[in-house]
């Protein structure tokens, strides 16, 4: 079992920024890709950004030139980078840990990230 500790969220005014954090408890973190995802009430879980372990990523096409993910194997940490915030942007984010063979697949307990004036 993975154990997966977001921190960062908060408030944050429209047009301003805010950086996400996750730490991964495995050893072996450089073989999964990372990810982070959103969720609104009501709404299906989302793909914000991944990062495979060779730093390979993939964003979200509401994202795209806002925010950056980026990785530190060494330190076992992915993190989220979010400029330009909008209001849609509000959700509760998840880090995710996943590999395909032999099939992983983690979530943390999310951290709620809220853009309003």
């Known amino acids: 079992q993975v154990q997966l500790v977001e921190s960062g969220g908060g408030l944050a005014q429209p047009g301003g920024s805010l950086r996400l954090s996750c730490v991964a408890s495995?050893?072996?973190?450089?073989?999964?890709?990372m990810g982070w995802y959103r969720q609104d009430p009501g709404k299906q879980r989302e793909l914000v950004a991944e990062?495979?372990?060779?730093?390979?990523?993939n964003y979200g096409e509401s994202v795209k030139g806002r925010f950056t993910i980026s990785r530190d194997n060494d330190k076992r940490t992915v993190d989220l980078q979010m400029y330009s915030l909008k209001p849609e942007d509000t959700a509760v984010y998840y880090c995710?840990?996943?590999?395909?063979?032999?099939?992983?697949?983690?979530w943390g307990q999310g951290t709620q990230v809220t853009v309003s004036k």
């Open positions: 995710n840990a996943y590999k395909i063979w032999p099939r992983r697949d983690y």
């Open positions: 990062i495979t372990g060779g730093g390979e990523t």
């Open positions: 495995t050893s072996l973190f450089s073989t999964y890709t």
